[in-house]
Structures are given as structure tokens and as C-alpha cells.
Antibody, heavy 114, light 114 residues
Framework: EVQLVESGGGVVRPGGSLRLSCAAS????????MSWVRQAPGKGLEWVSG????????GYADSVKGRFTISRDNAKNSLYLQMNSLRAEDTALYHC???????WGKGTTVTVSS | DIVMTQTPLSLSVTPGQPASISCKSS???????????LYWYLQKPGQSPQLLIY???SRFSGVPDRFSGSGSGTDFTLKISRVEAEDVGVYYC???????????FGPGTKVDIK
């Protein structure tokens, strides 16, 4: 079964850091680019960051550029999102998604609050 | 950056009746490779988004044929020929490519049943 499982969310103070992980299974991970997409409570979908199949190309939404770093480990079938200098507006459910987002994980919740 | 807009932002439909959602981009989505990277997703209540349509008009695996996509350049439409109760949720259009990774979602259109 094709599956994406996110982990690493939690409650963090403003200015803090978190590292999200996404474990992929059921497909050849390094055949696909991957993305992180977030959804703030009661809001729409926001693409956060993406990475191509070998990590050679990455992209970020303006709202997170310079604070978040996406990476992947194809040997471990895993995607990561290092989030630094977190702000209240980063509070959201963070999903990882495969390729052109044909497969989504259930998400992991990040809450930034003092 | 490309901005995506959707109209209407909410829609109430009688079961069995058609529904249509418009998505417009601030610039043409026709890529130099000849493809148009425009996608449609449905997020049902309490669920992760699911891909309905890719590259403007291709139905994703398992998507009922009552869903269809059309359009070109900057103007796109998702049509549901006969709305069913299970079609309620928020519909998002999205544009983007993986090299370099950059994606943008529309604001979403909430569809409910009268």
C-alpha cells in the first residue's frame, strides 16, 4: 500500500525549531519529487516547500523562505522539513505529498505558541 | 509569482444537478514542454486532500466520470455533471512544477448540498 506518514509535530514557542519527518512506503521513493503542504486551522491549503527526486532542486513559499529547509534521504525513504524561527502564523497541520500531490499523508500538527 | 483565484468561493447544489467551479491564474500555465500543469483536488470534511484531475483534464485513477476538467492558458473549469452527497467538501485548483519546485493553490471553493 502506498503510504506517507508524517511525524515530528508538537508545541513550540515563537522563535523555536522543529524537524518534521515523512516516511514513505509502498512505492519507489526516489522516482518522485515531494512537497510539504500546510493548512492553518479553518484555512485553505498552502504549499510550503518542494524538492525534486534527488534533492538537487528545492523551492519554498515566500512565507517560509530563509527559515525552513527541505531535505530527503532516499536510502531511508524519508522526507524532512527543518523549521527554524517559528512564528505563530506557522501553526498548521503539515502534510507531505508525493509528486504532483497524488498521495497525501494525514499530517502532523505544529502549534507555535507562548 | 502566479496567483490563483477561484469562483465562486462557496456553492450549494441540489443532488443530481450540475456544478461548475472556475479557476483563473495570473499568468499562462502553458509550460515550455507543451503541458499545462493545472490540478484539481477535493478535501472532504476531516480528510486529507485527494487528487481529482491532473494536467487540466485528465481524471486521476478511481475518480468518477462525473468529474471533468477543461481550460487553457489562464482559465480553467472543473465540472461535476451530477452532484452526489459524497462530493461535499472544498475544491482547490493548483498550479506548479517540480523543476524548480514551485506550486500555488487557489483559495478553495466550498461545496455543500442543499
Amino acid at each position: 500500500e502506498v503510504q506517507l506518514v508524517e511525524s515530528g509535530g508538537g508545541v513550540v514557542r515563537p522563535g523555536g525549531s522543529l524537524r518534521l519527518s515523512c516516511a514513505a512506503s509502498g512505492f519507489t521513493f526516489d522516482d518522485y519529487g515531494m512537497s510539504w503542504v500546510r493548512q492553518a486551522p479553518g484555512k485553505g491549503l498552502e504549499w510550503v516547500s518542494g524538492i525534486n527526486w534527488n534533492g538537487g532542486s528545492t523551492g519554498y513559499a515566500d512565507s517560509v523562505k530563509g527559515r525552513f529547509t527541505i531535505s530527503r534521504d532516499n536510502a531511508k525513504n524519508s522526507l524532512y522539513l527543518q523549521m527554524n524561527s517559528l512564528r505563530a502564523e506557522d501553526t498548521a497541520l503539515y502534510h507531505c505529498a508525493r509528486g504532483y500531490m497524488d498521495v497525501w499523508g494525514k499530517g502532523t500538527t505544529v502549534t507555535v505558541s507562548s | 509569482d502566479i496567483v490563483m483565484t477561484q469562483t465562486p468561493l462557496s456553492l450549494s447544489v441540489t443532488p443530481g444537478q450540475p456544478a461548475s467551479i472556475s479557476c483563473k491564474s495570473s499568468q499562462s500555465l502553458l509550460h515550455s514542454d507543451g503541458k499545462t500543469y493545472l490540478y484539481w483536488y477535493l478535501q472532504k470534511p476531516g480528510q486529507s486532500p485527494q487528487l481529482l484531475i491532473y494536467e487540466v483534464s485528465s481524471r486521476f485513477s478511481g475518480v468518477p466520470d462525473r468529474f471533468s476538467g477543461s481550460g487553457s492558458g489562464t482559465d480553467f473549469t472543473l465540472k461535476i455533471s451530477r452532484v452526489e452527497a459524497e462530493d461535499v467538501g472544498v475544491y482547490y485548483c493548483m498550479q506548479g512544477i517540480h523543476l524548480p519546485p514551485l506550486f500555488t493553490f487557489g483559495p478553495g471553493t466550498k461545496v455543500d448540498i442543499k
